[in-house]
């Protein structure tokens, strides 16, 4: 395409070059996946699941070694010690679910599904072996 003057107030006259050529347009960027719902409970649960066993589990040594003679199984603070720790164990057991069920869900993140599987496995795995320990010694 061959310039063309332009005339300019001053009376000058400037040529018009054509534009150089552009670059196609970039991609669109990709969609950031979101998190998964179901990841993040399980991770969440995990957390508060592990750290309720370990409390529990604390309480059950603190009660065991400050009553004489070992704790009464049939005593009401066995009772609770027992019931809160199959509760906490069984919520680690829904957070693992949770977790699984958030591995398996397309287009999401799965960093929070993967935290909260291994989370809970290593909470249940640690009670049940603490639990079995306490069977061969006791």
Not at 58 to 74: C, F, H, Q, R
Not at 97 to 113: E, T, Y
Request: charged residues 10%; glycine residues 12%; hydrophobic residues 50%.
């Amino acid at each position: 395409m061959p310039s063309k003057p332009i005339p300019e107030s001053t009376g000058e006259m400037l040529t018009r070059t054509p534009p150089p050529h552009l670059p196609p347009p970039a991609p669109a960027p990709a969609s950031r996946q979101s998190h998964s719902g179901l990841g993040i409970a399980s991770f969440v649960l995990s957390i508060i699941s592990g750290m309720a066993l370990f409390c529990v589990v604390l309480a059950a040594g603190v009660i065991e070694s400050s009553t004489p003679g070992g704790m009464d199984e049939s005593s009401p603070q066995a009772m609770v010690v027992g019931l809160f720790l199959f509760a906490f164990m069984g919520l680690a057991l829904l957070a693992a679910g949770l977790g699984v069920g958030g591995l398996c869900q397309k287009n999401r993140q799965k960093i929070f599904a993967i935290l909260g599987v291994v989370f809970s496995a290593v909470a249940v795995v640690l009670v049940t072996g603490l639990m079995i320990f306490g069977l061969m010694v006791g």
